[in-house]
């Protein structure tokens, strides 16, 4: 063996283990879309789902994932922003303070289905929610705060502590140095953060079945009384996502198109997970760039 | 000559470190005094305790006394944010904020509640003019200031001190970053800001002390060896250890 050899094995062997990430990540994603898009109309995007017969659509579900994120991420940013920011700017170095990180890194590892039967018999059971987006929301809100907290924390430490230093020495507050130089310094980190948590929030399912629940009632969308049981933004109704929607079907589905109805919901849950994830980048440097220099 | 800062018996421990043991200085209004000294002299650590940015750090305990004219310092019921607006601090790396020319100079107004736009204006272009240099970004203040030079971003950081009005400059080095180009345009400011500011800085080059200077302290393993005109100290110092430092006989 000499050394020239060895490192030509070596680049072989990284080459190899990274073509084999690739190929099953383009196999997967290059699947559902294959079997999925043919499938994708203008009508099976706009119209509400069928139990029995063929031709039903996702409307409903795409809406309510849409809204279970929007209501997930209301609750579960304010928390992380305020966690994130002790953690990063106050929180001194303790046994507390670590004690504190380890129970967030223990939660964000937490199994789906646990996190969910724990919302369903305190929330949904206890508090006498039913099931509910709202139930839903804080159920999500319980894998999204450990994420997103860890995420604004890293984003506040990473800018250079000569930022702090300069605004202190400024006469600035430390609060005011916080929000008006580190945090704005941070909000591109901060955002992609909560695009790609948003990703993983819209793709959930274990912990919905049993908190949002698996029926879609009729909607009407021209109710804005949310307090309405069939406004669409009742945040007390039952509502299935798209992917509580793939599973439903699939598992129990006595529609005859089957087939259609999962494939073509898995690929609209991919392309906009996809969406998401691409767009985190762009929006993290336009708003970088935004905010370096004011127009 | 009016003192303007006086400080008495100042020592400092990081836990049980002692890394000054009881500095008499006092500065004078509108002069330039540098501080000099080898590495670890505690230079820069007696400066940072003059706008109290010492309290950042964990485990530092502080004694003695220190004047701002009549004020306390360092007393209980001292504004520590209010001191630190009337004495300034410019660090040795540039530091500009990850925002637009016009917003980093007029940012520590802005947060202490002085919106007038105006106002802000006139401020800033004054603080600009100060710090020379008006003329080279006057036509593109919405510009990011992360765009800049170094030697231009160090005068930004100048320009946004100079804004808040100040009475004391501290500066740490603040040229050691830069190249002999911007290094000198840096001391031509501080020349024409003495007119109107008390500027204390921390300095590793000599030269520069003996340029701009008025007064020079010798510091050496955190006691302050000699203090007075930067003539005498280049010239003829009065402590043995002074003149072999500068000298280069050691440091």
């Known amino acids: ?295 | 000559m009016q003192p303007i800062i006086t400080s008495q018996d100042v020592k400092l421990s990081y836990g049980a470190f002692e890394a000054l043991h009881g500095i008499d200085l006092d500065f004078n209004q509108n002069e330039i005094t540098a501080l000099i000294g080898p590495s670890g002299c505690g230079k820069s650590t007696y400066l940072r305790c003059l706008n109290r940015m010492n309290d950042l750090i964990e485990g530092v305990t502080i004694t003695g006394s220190f004047k701002l004219k009549d004020l306390d310092m360092y007393a209980e019921d001292t504004d520590v944010v209010e001191l630190r607006r009337q004495v300034g601090m410019v660090f040795q790396q540039p530091i500009p904020f990850p925002m637009s020319i016009f917003d980093n100079v007029s940012y520590g107004l802005k947060l202490n509640g002085r919106p007038d736009k105006n106002f802000l204006e006139e401020r800033v272009e004054e603080s600009l003019k100060q710090a020379a240099l008006w003329d080279e970004v006057k036509d593109d203040l919405n510009k990011s200031a992360l765009e800049l030079s170094g030697g231009q971003q160090q005068r930004i950081s100048i320009a946004r001190v100079l804004a808040v009005r100040p009475d004391v400059i501290l500066m740490d080095e603040p040229t050691s970053a830069l190249d002999p180009i911007s290094s000198a345009q840096i001391e031509d400011t501080l020349l024409q800001l003495k007119k109107e500011y008390t500027i204390i800085m921390v300095t590793h080059n000599m030269q520069q002390a003996t340029r701009v200077s008025d007064k020079t302290a010798f510091f050496n393993l955190g006691n302050l060896i000699e203090a007075d005109s930067t003539e005498k100290i280049f010239m003829n110092p009065a402590k043995q250890e002074t003149d072999d430092y500068i000298n280069g006989k050691f440091g």
Do not use: C
């Not at chain 1, 283990?17 to 995007?45: A, E, Q, R, T």
């Not at chain 1, 706009?46 to 409307?59: H, Y």
């Open chain 1, 1 to 295: 063996m000499n050394a020239k050899r060895n490192d030509h094995l070596a680049t072989g062997i990284i080459y190899a283990l990274v073509g084999i990430v690739v190929i099953i990540l383009f196999g997967l994603i290059g699947y559902i879309l294959v079997s999925g898009v043919p499938h994708l109309s203008w009508h099976f995007l706009t119209s509400p789902s069928k139990s029995f017969a063929a031709g039903g659509g996702i409307r409903d579900q795409l809406f309510n994932s849409v809204y279970l994120l929007v209501l997930t991420l209301l609750i579960s940013f304010p928390l992380a922003l305020g966690a994130g920011i002790y953690l990063s700017e106050y929180a001194p170095d303790n046994w507390l303070t670590s004690l504190m990180r380890t129970a967030i890194e223990v939660l964000s590892s937490l199994p789906s289905v646990v996190v969910g039967l724990f919302a369903y018999l305190v929330f949904v059971i206890q508090f006498q929610i039913g099931f509910s987006i709202l139930a839903g929301a804080i159920a999500l809100t319980f894998f999204n705060l450990p994420l997103l907290t860890r995420n604004i924390e890293t984003s506040l430490s990473s800018v250079p502590n000569l930022q702090r230093e300069a605004g202190i020495a400024l006469g600035l507050s430390s609060w005011k140095t916080i929000t008006g130089i580190i945090l704005p310094a941070a909000v591109p980190g901060i955002l992609t953060g909560v695009i790609l948590s948003a990703g993983r929030v819209f793709g959930e399912a274990a912990a919905l079945i049993y908190t949002a629940g698996q029926s879609a009632p009729a909607l009407n969308y021209a109710n804005w009384n949310i307090f309405d049981t069939n406004s669409f933004l009742n945040p007390f109704r039952p509502a299935e996502t798209l992917a509580v929607h793939i599973w439903k079907v699939n598992a129990e589905g006595i529609v005859p198109d089957i087939d259609v109805v999962s494939n073509g919901t898995a690929a609209v849950l991919i392309i906009v997970i996809l969406a998401f994830n691409l767009s985190a980048r762009y929006v993290g440097n336009r708003l970088y760039r935004r905010l370096t220099s004011s127009k």
